[in-house]
């Protein structure tokens, strides 16, 4: 078993790395003396793993969207009883959820953790589908989706990455369609759950008062070494254009609720995938927080409001910006902001506020050692990343140059590549329903 | 570390809290203004507080405060307003890392809380008023935000259900008041109901942090000082009476999922015990609502239960298709009425009180957390501690959780639907 401890000399905090024998990937965080402690299971399979392979297939199967999602409500049943009510014995308050690119089950707790873990490490190892659980669940994830399609702050996204995306399954909503999960069975479950919940594609992390030992004892006891079943993804080649410009939908809002995005090339490695994130936020903080004299402008003209924000959304296959909010004139918002873009291209960034966006960004990240939660998750999400620690985000940050900013600003803000999708008031403003 | 909690007043209906765990790499405080919530002064208080939340006589524009701000490791001076009971809180609040984390080796907190004192007691004025131009965008800011509150349907549905549980109380109304009241306010009529709510509400501010910063309290206390008190009394909230017959109300949006709220009101005493009744009944993943309504009827994704003490009201909320609203309703009826015959087993007591001990303790993860839970308690003249409360929980009895679902009577049953279907 390879352990290792990684330090932060800026944080004075550490954590430690063990690669199990199985192929998981553990991440331990002792923190002494708190009273919560908050675990995460998860493997590297979201909704974008549609179209995959192993060694035991010749060719690249495809399979119905939504089925990671599904595949997370099913796991919770076990063969004699809802794992909910395992939980319950122990207190932990216990959840799940999928994501573009990953599975996560998690539960935090005060007391019992090691029962609490045997639990988890448990369960996510035993799947058990038939089809009689399969179409009660269909009724339960179809009131889910329901309820997303209300959801404009969901919608608003989701129809910008259809908007933008031609192939990429990353357009595609998580839960899929009520069509979608209709051609879900049993056995397309235990296909997938064979292929992606495989140890080797999966990471634990777990943050809090713990101690190491035990959790590796557990992990020693419980862990099944499955083989590796040499799992690849693909995706279809993705066109360096957007698809569509434009793209509106009416709904039961108060006032118009718009994304801007930005497509660009997604980097290749994992260290640069960070990297292009971190630099990718700096130029949208100087171009667009709430501290440029940009965001100040439209806010004095009343084109935004105080929802106005800004966030880089990236993963494996896609990369892209996006300018969110509210305004009476959505259209009017993209037109500035490319403008706005253009002028800095030309006339350069804010170098002035380049040292507070950086100190900004550094107390922001700061925040997230506070608690358990937060921590664990970061630990998981950048093991996910390429194996990264989030210490390397920290330490990218405070060496990032004003150089490095204004180079990405060319490189991943192409004003041609630009998707504005809008949610319209079903009434026009004033009108009462 | 164990969790440090003290309580002084510092002022004429003014309490300062401090919360220090030993543990947390932030600083905060929050000024809490504890007022009526009226229909006349809640849609003010709201732009109030997100006016004097943005500049100051220092940082006169939105632009140099954010600008100081960001300077300081991204601080954040934020102004809400929320309800609880019958009282609205008008809160404004600061955030900033913990001076040993400065990469300069700044002063962070106390440079945070002087720019906070600075909101409260100096906001940016002209004539006697706000200055004109923030205040008209903050008004029009309000008022977007009022109208919004259509757009997050789980939460309209009981903001418009609330109007009927509480009809004819302060509770009926929004914390951020009505779209009607506030477009007719006017920056001189802010400004004075600004000047008379720091002057008469009762406030409590808490610190919270890794160890104590008795300049922090300084601060504070100077700039109450400087503002004068005239303190003329709290705010308190009492329980709503159950009406005579059940009010059943249906409104039409262009939605595709429905949203039911189901009240309930008692007058029970016993706040802890009404909680783990409702942990049993409808909270948890666990509860009978979540086992039944979900698990085996499939009929909902949520459908989970909420108990308000303030107002002596547990309340069930869920997302149901249009044609499956009466359903919905007689089996969240009909295993209340299992509670109520003591039809659960002590499994299920034990579960639910293990989770309420694991939710309470771990109020004590973060001083933040823990400092809002006093503010509860001291809301509801209690101020027990988590130890206090699980104490008291862990010798609630089934007797206890039996009596408690018996005193609900349903009083509200509101459905937020799509247009009529067949």
């Known amino acids: ?433 | 570390m164990a969790i440090k909690y003290n309580r002084e007043k510092i002022g004429d209906g003014i309490y300062y809290s401090s919360v220090t765990d030993g543990f947390q790499k932030t600083n905060n405080i929050y000024i809490n203004f504890i007022t009526e919530l009226s229909e006349d002064t809640a849609a003010l208080n709201a732009v109030i507080s997100s006016i004097i939340s943005g500049s100051s006589r220092e940082y006169p524009t939105m632009t140099s405060l954010k600008r100081r701000l960001a300077e300081l490791y991204s601080a954040f001076v934020k102004g809400s307003v929320t309800k609880m009971g019958d009282s609205q809180l008008v809160t404004l609040e600061v955030g900033c890392i913990n001076d040993r984390y400065a990469l300069d080796g700044e002063a962070v907190t106390e440079e945070a809380v002087k720019i906070l004192a600075g909101c409260l007691t100096d906001p940016h004025i002209e004539n006697g008023a706000f200055y004109e131009k923030d205040f008209e965008l903050k008004k029009q800011e309000l008022i977007d935000d009022i109208e919004a509150e259509i757009n997050e349907k789980r939460s309209f549905a009981f903001k418009r259900a609330n109007a009927s549980i509480y009809k004819d109380e302060p509770a009926a109304l929004s914390a951020m008041g009505e779209k009607s009241r506030a477009e007719k306010i006017t920056a001189k009529e802010a400004y004075d109901q600004y000047k008379k709510l720091i002057r008469t509400a009762r406030v409590e501010i808490a610190f919270s942090g890794a160890s104590d910063m008795p300049v922090c309290k300084e601060i504070m206390k100077d700039a109450f000082d400087r503002i004068g008190r005239d303190y003329t009394g709290g705010s308190t909230s009492s329980l709503s009476a159950v009406k005579d017959k059940v009010c059943r109300v249906t409104e039409r949006y262009d939605i595709a999922q429905s949203k039911m709220v189901m009240a309930f009101k008692t007058d029970f005493q016993d706040d802890i015990a009404m909680r783990l009744m409702s942990a049993v009944y409808g909270a948890l993943p666990t509860s009978k609502l979540f086992m039944n309504v979900r698990e085996k009827l499939s009929l909902c994704y949520y459908c989970s239960s909420g108990y308000n003490n303030n107002k002596g009201v547990l309340y069930v909320d869920s997302g149901v298709e249009q044609a499956n609203i009466g359903k919905a309703e007689a089996e969240i009826l009909s295993q209340l009425e299992a509670v109520k015959h003591g039809d659960f087993t002590d499994e299920e007591i034990e579960n639910a009180r293990k989770a309420r001990v694991n939710s309470v303790k771990g109020t004590n993860d973060s001083a933040a957390h823990v400092a809002v839970w006093y503010f509860q308690e001291i809301y509801d003249g209690k101020e027990r501690s988590p130890e206090e409360y699980i104490d008291r929980l862990m010798r609630i009895t089934r007797e206890d959780i039996i009596a408690a679902a018996n005193s609900l009577k349903l009083d509200t049953v509101y459905v937020l639907t799509g247009k009529e279907t067949d």
């Open chain 1, 1 to 433: 078993m390879e352990k290792k401890v990684i330090k932060s000399e800026r944080l004075g905090e550490q954590y430690t790395y063990v690669k199990h024998p199985t192929g998981l990937d553990i991440y331990l965080w002792k923190m002494e003396g708190r009273s919560t402690t908050y675990a995460l299971f998860g493997t590297k399979y979201g909704s974008i793993n549609n179209k995959f392979k192993t060694k035991d297939e010749a060719d690249f199967v495809t399979v119905p969207n939504g089925i990671a999602h599904f595949l997370e409500h099913k796991l919770f049943e076990n063969e004699d009883c809802d794992v909910f009510s395992l939980y319950a014995k122990t207190g932990a308050s216990a959840n799940a959820y999928t994501s573009f690119d990953k599975t996560c089950y998690l539960f935090s707790c005060t007391d019992n953790v090691y029962d609490s873990l045997e639990i988890l490490l448990s369960f996510v190892q035993n799947p058990y589908f038939t089809e009689e659980t399969v179409q009660k669940e269909q009724g339960i994830i179809g009131q889910e989706i329901r309820m997303y399609d209300d959801d404009a702050n969901w919608r608003v996204f989701f129809n910008m990455l259809q908007g933008m995306y031609l192939n990429h399954p990353v357009k595609i909503d998580i839960a899929g369609t009520v069509e979608s999960i209709a051609e879900i069975d049993a056995d397309l479950l235990y296909k997938c759950y064979n292929t992606f919940y495989n140890l080797n594609n999966m990471v634990l992390s777990i943050a809090g008062n713990i101690d190491e030992d035990k959790v590796l004892e557990l992990c020693d006891k419980l862990l099944k070494n499955k083989g590796n079943p040499e799992l690849e993804t693909a995706f279809e080649p993705e066109p360096d254009t957007v698809c569509q410009r434009e793209v509106v939908q009416k709904l039961e809002v108060a006032l118009p609720i718009f994304n801007i995005g930005f497509k660009a090339e997604p980097p290749e490695t994992a260290i640069e995938t960070v990297r292009a994130e971190i630099e990718t936020n700096f130029v949208l903080s100087l171009i667009a927080n709430d501290t440029s004299d940009f965001y100040k402008k439209l806010y004095d003209e009343g084109l935004i409001n105080s929802s106005f924000s800004s966030e880089v959304f990236l993963g494996d296959g896609y990369f892209c910006s996006i300018f969110g909010g509210e305004s009476r004139d959505p259209r009017l918002v993209r037109d500035r902001i490319i403008a706005e873009i253009e002028r800095c291209k030309k006339e350069g960034l804010d170098r002035e506020r380049f040292e507070t966006v950086k100190k900004a960004y550094y107390g922001g990240l700061i925040r997230d050692y506070n608690r358990a939660e937060p921590i664990a998750t970061m630990l998981l999400n950048m093991a996910m990343t390429g194996n990264l620690s989030p210490f390397d985000v920290i330490e990218t940050v405070a060496a990032v140059t004003f150089e490095d900013v204004s180079a990405r600003l060319e490189k991943q803000f192409d004003t041609e590549k630009v998707t504005l999708s809008i949610i319209e008031p079903v009434r026009g403003e004033g009108e009462q329903a």
